[in-house]
């Protein structure tokens, strides 16, 4: 079965700035096509008439040639103008044929009404005024001629000839206004993939600089949980190493009870570097998890900064979730980190974050409450912007931002946030099974 779509283009491929080109190849193809229709009609017709003459002979000549111009246009893209030129030269031959052979009665010559049409689909808008005076010129010569006897007077050519003119010029300003709106909406578009290119920059410089944050954020949680467990250490190694240097005598118990906690506290710390390896793991893959083992996650890389805040965890579900793990921690953890700088700003003596966990059909909400003064009002909307924070030099803006961002690439999700004067909730919807 014949392609129509690749039989009216030759075959070719076209870009999206070949469209023109396009659209040019198409119309030369139907222009041959209703050609070879009409040539083969009249050729039926003349043979069935046994029409007698060189009239059949010319028929199957231009059938013939219009098979090759068929043959050529899928050769190369170039011969394109040649095609054009030899089928806009079949029509005004076939337009001045039906002004010299048919009367004016016969209404035969409003098919040259058409001739703007064909030229502004076959041929470019420099040669298209050379072929319309090549016409008018022609047809104004048919009554002052004396070769062929024709049946149309100066007048009537003469009033042809300005209607062609007319739709001419209309046609030539519609063409005009066409291409005006063509080549602003390649502008337009180049405009918007200009703006695209720049918004992506701009995504992935925010990215990146999330990143760094956020590893700013790590490191200084490393340090709070590592600080104490390293005073540890440091104690029970001075302790005993100031027993020897005053001779004190000490048991094996003692001395035992002191390496175990030293290596306690080295396992702790190990097992603390682990948690925050996994964290940074890149690693985009689907895995599955219980909220409850996620919520551990979360307060293993917290610890060190709570101090005097409590945590309260209230997870009834204990739900297996197949999600972006890594991702959903970081959602969690810098939405709990933002809980905590809101309770350290305010200085509460019962300040309290409440992590919760509800189950909604096929989505686990995970909603995150804090007892601070809350978000004023003309703040709360702007939460989720890049680069807004209300820590002043002590943030960056971007926490929030990429969290969200998160949500609605990884989860198609999004943040909600309901905040008053006793405090802010954060609500996180995620699927149970990501796809």
């Given at each position: 079965m014949i392609n129509r779509n690749n039989f009216f283009t030759s075959n070719w491929e076209f870009d999206e700035s070949e469209l023109d080109l396009r659209g040019r190849f198409q119309m030369v193809n139907v222009a041959i096509?209703?050609?070879?229709?009409?040539?083969?009609?009249?050729?039926?017709?003349?043979?069935l008439k046994d029409v007698q003459g060189i009239i059949v002979p010319i028929e199957i000549f231009l059938l013939l040639i219009n098979i090759a111009l068929i043959f050529l246009l899928r050769q190369n893209k170039e011969r394109l103008k040649f095609v054009s030129f030899m089928i806009t030269f079949q029509f005004s031959l076939f337009f001045l044929f039906l002004i010299y052979a048919y009367e004016p009665s016969q209404m035969k010559h409003i098919w040259v009404l058409t001739y703007p049409i064909i030229l502004l689909y076959l041929q470019d808008k420099k040669y298209c005024s050379y072929w319309l005076f090549f016409m008018i010129f022609m047809i104004m010569l048919t009554p002052l001629q004396g070769l062929i006897e024709v049946s149309y007077s100066l007048y009537q050519v003469t009033y042809l000839n300005f209607v062609l003119v007319i739709i001419s010029l209309i046609i030539y300003f519609y063409q005009h206004k066409m291409q005006e709106g063509q080549g602003l909406i390649l502008k337009q578009q180049k405009q918007l993939q200009d703006t695209i290119d720049e918004l992506s920059s701009k995504d992935k410089l925010l990215t990146l600089q999330s990143k760094q944050a956020v590893m700013g954020e790590m490191i200084s949680m490393i340090a709070h949980q590592w600080r104490q467990p390293l005073s540890t250490v440091?104690?029970?190694?001075?302790?005993?190493?100031?027993?020897?240097?005053?001779?004190?005598?000490?048991?094996?118990?003692?001395?035992?009870?002191?390496?175990?906690?030293?290596?306690?506290?080295?396992?702790?710390?190990?097992?603390?570097?682990?948690?925050?390896?996994?964290?940074?793991?890149?690693?985009?893959?689907?895995?599955?998890?219980?909220?409850?083992?996620?919520?551990?996650?979360?307060?293993?890389?917290?610890?060190g900064r709570i101090n005097t805040i409590e945590i309260v965890l209230k997870d009834d579900t204990n739900e297996m979730v197949t999600i972006y793990v890594n991702e959903l921690i970081q959602v969690v953890l810098n939405i709990v980190n933002n809980a905590i700088d809101a309770l350290k700003e305010v200085d509460r003596s019962?300040?309290?974050?409440?992590?919760?966990?509800?189950?909604?059909?096929?989505?686990?909400?995970?909603?995150?409450?804090?007892?601070?003064?809350?978000?004023?009002?003309?703040?709360?909307?702007?939460?989720?912007?890049?680069?807004?924070?209300?820590?002043?030099?002590?943030?960056?803006?971007?926490?929030?931002?990429?969290?969200?961002?998160?949500?609605?690439?990884?989860?198609?999700?999004?943040?909600?946030?309901?905040?008053?004067?006793?405090?802010?909730?954060?609500?996180?919807?995620?699927?149970?099974?990501?796809?």
């Open positions: 096509l209703l050609s070879s229709t009409g040539l083969i009609f009249g050729l039926i017709g003349n043979i440091t104690l029970s190694i001075s302790n005993l190493q100031l027993k020897r240097m005053l001779d004190k005598e000490f048991n094996e118990d003692e001395l035992d009870n002191a390496l175990v906690q030293i290596n306690d506290t080295v396992v702790y710390l190990s097992e603390t570097i682990d948690d925050f390896q996994t964290y940074f793991n890149p690693n985009k893959e689907l895995s599955q998890i219980t909220t409850q083992e996620l919520l551990q996650k979360v307060m293993s890389l917290i610890q019962d300040a309290k974050i409440i992590i919760e966990v509800l189950s909604d059909n096929d989505y686990i909400k995970f909603i995150v409450k804090d007892n601070a003064n809350g978000i004023s009002s003309e703040n709360i909307d702007r939460i989720f912007e890049p680069y807004f924070s209300t820590k002043g030099k002590n943030g960056t803006g971007l926490g929030l931002y990429m969290s969200q961002m998160i949500m609605q690439k990884q989860f198609n999700s999004k943040i909600d946030v309901q905040s008053s004067e006793k405090g802010t909730s954060f609500i996180i919807r995620v699927p149970k099974k990501l796809s």
